[in-house]
C-alpha cells in the first residue's frame, strides 16, 4: 500500500496555520527588546541583559544604588514590547541644553552644539548620572544614546526603521496600478437575493484567464502570475459565478448522508455514486444547453427556449422591525429565455392572481410536464422526443399528428378564471403596516385590500389549503 492511499485511508490532516511569533527573525528581535539571552544571526550566543561595569568617576555615581535599584533599572528596560518604546523612556532621561563656555581648540575642529544631563530613576526619583553610568544601569550601548541624543537635537522621536526599507524585487506601483485597472475592467454583476451586496465576475473567467489576458494586453511587464493572484486576493474581494443561494436539494440531502458517522460503508459507496450521477446529469444539463445555443445561432430553423421560477419576492419590502412577524403577500417571479436571441422575459404576478403551478386536474392531464427536455424530430414529422435526463437512455415519444392511444391534449382552459382567494390573515397583517407604505404604492396596496379572501383550516402559512370562502 502506497502512502498517499494511507493518508487518504486516515483521518484528514489538519491544514497548517501561520505563527510568526515562531519564525526566527521574530525571535531574535523578542529576545534583544526583552533582555533575554539567545543566538544571534551568525549562531554566537548573546548574554542576557544586565548591569555593565562600574563608572569609577569623579562623582561616584554607582554609590548612589544599590542591587535593588540596579535590578530595578535592567527590569525596567525589559518590560517594554518593543525597541521603539524603549527608546522614548530613554530619551525622556535625557535633557538637552546650551554650552555655556567653550575652551580654545584646534583648527577646523567640530564642535558640539549642545551639552547633555542623563538622569536613572530611582524607584519614583530621577538621580542625575555621567553618560558611562547611564549605559551601563540600563544594559545598553554607546551608539544608542548617541543616535538618541541626535534625534533629541534634531527634534525627532526615535523610530525603529530597521526592515523598512523597500525590497529589491518590490514590483513598482505603476505596475500594480495597470492590474488594478485591469481587474476593474471586468463588469461585475451583483446579487439580489443574498443579505449583503456580494459582487462577482463571470463564472467562465478565473484568476489564470484574466493574468493571460494581462499578459497580452501589456507582454513587456511580465508580471508572474503568483503575484497577480497574490494582488487579486489582498485587493479585491470578488468571486467567480453567482453565489449559491439557492442550493440544489438533492445535493444537500446526499452531501450529508455521506457525512453521517452510522452509515455503512456499502451505504455510503452508494450514496457516493448518487451523488456522482446527481452531477453528471447536472453537467449534461449545462452542456446541453451551451451545445444548443451555439446551434442556434449557427442555424435559422433551430429555436430554444428555457424556462423556470425565480426566487419569490416577499411584499410589502420595508425597513421596519415589525414586517418579520407579520405574513406578506408572496410575488412569483416566472422568467422564459430564448436561446436564440439572448433575451429574457419575466413574468409577474402575486399569488391572489394565480398560484405558481398548475391545479391538480391539469398536472394529470399534462403528463409530459414530468420530463426534462423536449426534441422535435426532424425526420419524424409531428414527434417530439422526451427525456427524463438530458442525453438519458430511456426516451418516450409523443405524436401530436397520429391519433394514438396514450394521446396528449394540451390544457385549452385558464387554470384559475376567477381570483384566487389569499389568506384572510395575511391581508391583516398587511393592514397593520399600511402607514409605512409609501403613498406611491398605495393603489396596488388597496386593490389588495380589497380582494377576495379565504380562512385557510389546514396551514395557515401556505396557500393551498383547504380554503372556506369568504365571499
Not at 555615581?61 to 533599572?73: E, P
Not at 446529469?281 to 429555436?303: M, P, T
Not at 422526451?386 to 397520429?402: R, T
Request: proline fraction near 4%.
Amino acid at each position: 500500500m502506497s502512502s498517499s492511499e494511507t493518508e487518504s485511508d486516515g483521518e484528514p490532516k489538519k491544514k497548517r496555520t501561520c505563527n510568526p511569533t515562531k519564525y526566527k527573525r521574530n525571535v531574535i528581535k523578542n529576545s534583544k527588546v526583552k533582555g533575554q539571552a539567545h543566538t544571534n544571526y551568525r549562531g554566537k550566543q548573546i548574554a542576557p541583559r544586565s548591569t555593565g561595569e562600574n563608572c569609577r568617576c569623579k562623582k561616584e555615581c554607582f554609590a548612589n544604588f544599590n542591587q535593588d535599584d540596579m535590578d530595578f533599572c535592567i527590569s525596567k528596560m525589559n518590560c517594554f514590547s518593543t525597541e521603539n518604546e524603549q527608546d522614548i523612556f530613554l530619551q525622556t532621561l535625557i535633557d538637552k541644553s546650551d554650552i555655556k563656555q567653550r575652551r580654545p581648540r584646534k583648527e577646523n575642529a567640530t564642535q558640539r552644539q549642545n551639552a547633555f544631563q542623563f538622569y536613572v530613576l530611582k524607584q519614583t526619583d530621577k538621580v542625575k548620572v555621567c553618560k558611562k553610568a547611564f549605559i551601563s544601569l540600563y544594559g545598553i550601548t554607546e551608539a544608542r544614546v548617541r543616535r538618541l541624543c541626535d534625534l533629541l537635537n534634531e527634534g525627532k522621536i526615535p523610530i525603529d526603521k530597521r526592515g523598512c526599507h523597500p525590497k529589491a524585487n518590490t514590483v513598482p506601483p505603476e505596475i500594480c496600478q495597470k492590474i488594478h485597472e485591469h481587474i476593474l475592467s471586468f463588469p461585475r454583476k451583483k446579487t439580489h437575493y443574498a443579505g449583503k451586496d456580494i459582487d462577482y465576475l463571470d463564472a467562465r473567467l478565473d484568476v489564470k484567464k484574466m493574468h493571460l489576458m494581462f499578459n497580452e494586453k501589456y507582454p513587456d511587464l511580465n508580471v508572474k502570475y503568483k503575484f497577480y493572484l497574490q494582488y487579486f486576493n489582498e485587493n479585491f474581494s470578488l468571486r467567480f459565478g453567482r453565489p449559491q443561494v439557492d442550493t440544489c436539494i438533492t445535493c444537500e440531502e446526499l452531501s450529508t448522508k455521506i457525512k453521517q458517522s452510522n452509515l455503512s460503508e456499502n451505504a455510503k459507496r452508494s450514496v457516493v455514486a448518487q451523488l456522482m450521477i446527481h452531477k453528471r446529469r447536472a453537467k449534461k444539463f449545462y452542456n446541453k444547453i451551451s451545445s444548443v445555443q451555439d446551434l442556434c445561432k449557427e442555424r435559422d430553423d433551430v429555436a430554444a427556449i428555457t424556462f423556470d421560477f425565480i426566487q419569490n419576492l416577499p411584499l410589502p419590502h420595508i425597513p421596519i422591525q415589525n414586517i418579520f412577524y407579520l405574513r406578506q403577500l408572496w410575488v412569483n417571479c416566472f422568467g422564459i429565455k430564448d436561446l436564440k436571441t439572448g433575451k429574457s422575459t419575466f413574468y409577474m404576478y402575486h399569488e391572489g392572481i394565480a398560484n405558481k403551478g398548475a391545479n391538480e386536474d391539469q398536472k394529470k392531464l399534462f403528463a409530459p410536464s414530468t420530463y426534462m427536455s423536449f426534441q422535435y424530430d426532424s425526420d419524424r414529422k409531428g414527434t417530439i422526443i422526451a427525456e427524463e435526463y438530458i442525453d438519458g437512455l430511456i426516451k418516450h415519444s409523443f405524436s401530436l399528428i397520429k391519433k394514438i392511444i396514450t394521446s396528449i391534449s394540451l390544457p385549452s382552459t385558464k387554470a384559475y378564471d376567477l381570483k384566487v382567494p389569499i389568506n384572510k390573515k395575511k391581508i391583516d397583517d398587511l393592514k397593520q403596516v399600511e402607514d409605512s407604505i409609501l403613498e406611491e404604492h398605495m393603489p396596488f396596496y388597496n386593490n389588495i385590500f380589497s380582494w377576495p379572501t379565504a380562512i385557510v383550516e389546514n396551514n395557515p402559512d401556505e396557500n393551498d389549503g383547504e380554503y372556506d370562502y369568504v365571499p
